[in-house]
């Protein structure tokens, strides 16, 4: 967070107040950043100062197909969680700021911008706070599920900064969940790391292109609020 607002003050005054693309991207980077320097911190003074032992952190191809295997998770997810979400908002659910942002995105750069923040620095960073760092932890003095479960709510939980996202927990609590099981049954974080990847890749690609894919998914599955269900899970 106080990277987050070091980074927006920084862009405030250099380009003024209005959010674009380019505002969203540079303080999610001051983010980022800031989770980073408290990763390698505590590397450093608590553990061996490598992130791949401490935390998993690590890249394998052989876990590509983490990409394609996240965008099903991600729709499946929209899907099972679709008929809460329209009990709970029949008038349609609130949107995350992010997914406005994302929508108002119409060149190629911002479509470039929000693809890397969103799609490649987002699950490394959450990867390694959430399931390197968080369920590691959890699994010391609680079973696997359990500890699978606490850390999949508290990743869905933090969501809240932005109140918009309240809709997007049951779904946010599911993926979690799975990517929770992915890093324990793998044993690093690389496969995690591609599943968050092509979840948060399948949201933004079809916020920005996929306007006519999203009716005709809706219209294959019959279920009516699939559209403004997968605008909300990042």
Do not use: C
């Not at 505590?42 to 992130?51: K, M, N, P």
Request: no cysteine; hydrophobic share 55%; net charge negative.
């Amino acid at each position: 967070m106080v990277g987050a607002g070091i980074a927006a003050a920084v862009v405030a005054v250099i380009s003024g107040t209005d959010i674009t693309v380019s505002t969203f991207v540079w303080t999610f980077v001051g983010q980022a950043a800031g989770s980073f320097v408290v990763l390698i911190y505590l590397s450093r003074t608590r553990g061996t100062g490598s992130l791949a032992t401490d935390f998993g952190f690590e890249l394998l191809l052989k876990h590509w197909w983490g990409l394609p295997a996240g965008a099903v998770l991600q729709i499946a997810a929209a899907v099972v969680t679709a008929p809460l979400v329209q009990l709970l908002f029949p008038e349609g659910p609130p949107e995350q700021g992010v997914v406005t942002i994302t929508e108002g995105s119409k060149s190629t750069v911002d479509a470039i911008l929000i693809i890397t923040a969103v799609g490649l620095l987002a699950p490394v960073v959450e990867e390694i706070i959430f399931r390197g760092m968080l369920l590691a932890r959890l699994m010391r003095s609680m079973s696997m599920w359990w500890a699978i479960i606490a850390q999949a709510a508290v990743f869905a939980g933090i969501h809240l900064v932005d109140p918009s996202a309240i809709a997007a927990l049951p779904g946010l609590f599911l993926i979690g969940v799975a990517l929770g099981y992915a890093a324990i049954r793998s044993g690093s974080l690389s496969l995690p790391i591609f599943l968050h990847a092509g979840v948060n890749l399948t949201a933004a690609l079809l916020l920005i292109y996929g306007g006519d894919l999203l009716t005709r998914l809706e219209e294959m599955t019959g279920v009516e609020p699939a559209e403004s269900v997968i605008r909300l899970l990042f």
